[in-house]
């Protein structure tokens, strides 16, 4: 790659920060060492596309700990080593992978392709053999969740630590001044036609095995609304009210594919189910329905439309983005991956901000003050959305949280139906997939650790680099001259090694 291409790369990355001020300068006009660091990095990420050919053939770990509510980190972590495999084909993969609970239905897990088939679910029975790959390991990306088996047993300087999104530093996920993206374009492109587990297909066309005319007279019968929401009934009941509300307009019955806690659904539906907000939604009869078929709450109301509350869970992924892609625009996202695959499948992601990804959803109004203004319909919907999960996590009365809960998911699909939402959100992922995909820049992170471990002056070239970049006053900077100086300093650096 010619340095005047990686310069033209740099520049439009830096005057796209600099447009919507996601890095403020200092108080003395300085560009201040985060947007120094991040320069420099943006030099050794378009430096790796001249040299990532050059490393060798190393040992190199996934690993990842998958927690009790839910899969994200698992694909995360699949996700990083069917990247790395993109640009590194020749290494050799080791995916490592901690589960907290056991109870987690592996068979409907989607596995990466590792070349080989080295895949490790670590257990008592294999734990001595996942510390040997730890020890003759050359690298270990550990993302985003520590394990303690790396905790205790690896070399620290050989793990590169990526973490989920929000989080402060320059290797950590999300939309902030220094993040490095979201996951972004991993989608199984299809439909209902193409999902072949026949509990689902039955739970939605009656038939385990339907022809294409009885899924196409599905579709042409249902408003179907995805909702990857499990770690809180509050949330799960606020994406029903938003889904009912977003169909209201229509005639059709309504499904919505969203998972619940058969133990305590009943008890819990009793005290969420509005009777007025149904009839007033033009429901007639409401159902909560088991992946089996089994019906275990029944609501009838009157004349109106069927909906149904389907719990098609579990579910292997790629039939998960066959659901999403083939229901309506507004969908639930519970975590870091299924938000980043809503906005992949041109989706209006209904996300479940939960406390300790606020600063996630902070950054992601940042941008989208800057990228319309602060009373866009846009800013509007991810504030009710901020808002709304504040209240699911508050201490509010049960009778009186529902009540609550269902007013601001109904103002939210409300906004989420107009004309300049549906333009500002198009927009906003797009934005999103141009300047904060993640995967484009993973395996430079892993360029930049592998010399780093190997070559310890490599990390104090970058520090010369970025600290002097970061003293530098706004009206004095240059892309095309201090950048293309730091560019080649990198890679002349690289060059040596060749």
């Known amino acids: 790659m010619k340095i005047n291409n990686i310069i033209n790369q740099i520049s439009d990355a830096t005057n796209y920060r600099e447009k919507f001020s996601l890095q403020s300068a200092r108080q003395d006009g300085t560009l201040g060492p985060f947007v120094g660091k991040y320069l420099m990095y943006e030099c050794v990420h378009t430096v790796f596309e001249k040299y990532k050919h050059t490393i060798p053939s190393i040992r190199c770990i996934v690993a990842t700990h998958v927690l009790a509510d839910g899969l994200g980190d698992y694909y995360h972590a699949v996700n990083a080593i069917n990247t790395l495999k993109v640009n590194f084909p020749h290494w050799d993969y080791t995916f490592i992978v901690q589960f907290a609970n056991s109870n987690i239905k592996k068979e409907t897990l989607t596995l990466p392709d590792t070349g080989d088939g080295n895949i490790l679910f670590i257990n008592e029975e294999n734990k001595n053999s996942a510390i040997t790959k730890i020890e003759e390991s050359d690298l270990i990306i550990n993302i985003p969740l520590s394990l303690n088996i790396l905790t205790d047993n690896a070399d620290k300087t050989k793990v590169l630590k990526v973490s989920e999104y929000g989080n402060p530093g320059f290797t950590a996920m999300g939309v902030g001044p220094s993040s490095w993206g979201v996951v972004v374009g991993n989608i199984s492109k299809g439909s209902i036609h193409d999902i072949q587990d026949s509990e689902v297909l039955t739970l939605l066309t009656g038939f385990g095995s339907p022809s294409n005319e ?281 060059k040596q090694f060749l």
């Open 214 to 494: 009885q899924i196409d007279k599905y579709r042409e019968s249902t408003d179907r609304f995805f909702g990857y929401i499990k770690t809180s009934f509050k949330s799960s009941i606020a994406y029903f009210y938003s889904s009912v509300t977003y169909a209201r307009g229509s005639s059709k019955d309504v499904d919505i594919f969203l998972p619940f806690d058969s133990d305590d659904a009943e008890q819990q539906f009793s005290l969420a189910m509005d009777i007025d907000f149904l009839k007033s939604h033009g429901i007639g009869s409401l159902e909560i329905v088991e992946k089996n078929g089994n019906i275990i709450n029944q609501i009838n109301v009157g004349e109106g439309k069927k909906a149904r509350w389907l719990n098609v869970f579990p579910i292997k992924q790629n039939e998960v983005h066959y659901l999403m892609q083939d229901s309506a625009p507004l969908t639930g996202c519970s975590g870091d991956m299924s938000i980043g695959e809503a906005i992949s499948a041109g989706k209006d992601f209904f996300y479940e901000g939960r406390s300790h990804k606020s600063k996630f959803v902070s950054q992601l109004i940042n941008l989208a003050e800057k990228n319309t203004d602060a009373n866009s319909a846009l800013v509007q919907y991810l504030k009710i959305q901020k808002n709304l999960y504040a209240l699911i996590e508050s201490y509010l009365p049960e009778n009186s949280s529902f009540e609550i809960i269902r007013e601001e998911a109904e103002k939210l699909a409300q906004i989420a139906c107009t004309d300049p939402f549906k333009e500002q959100m198009k927009d906003f992922r797009q934005l999103i997939l141009d300047n904060f995909n993640f995967n484009s820049k993973l395996s430079s992170l892993a360029f930049r650790h592998y010399y780093g471990i190997h070559h310890v002056d490599f990390l104090k070239l970058q520090e010369d680099i970025a600290q002097p970049l970061g003293k530098k006053k706004i009206e004095e900077f240059s892309v095309s001259q201090h950048l293309k100086d730091s560019c080649n300093r990198i890679d002349a650096y690289v």
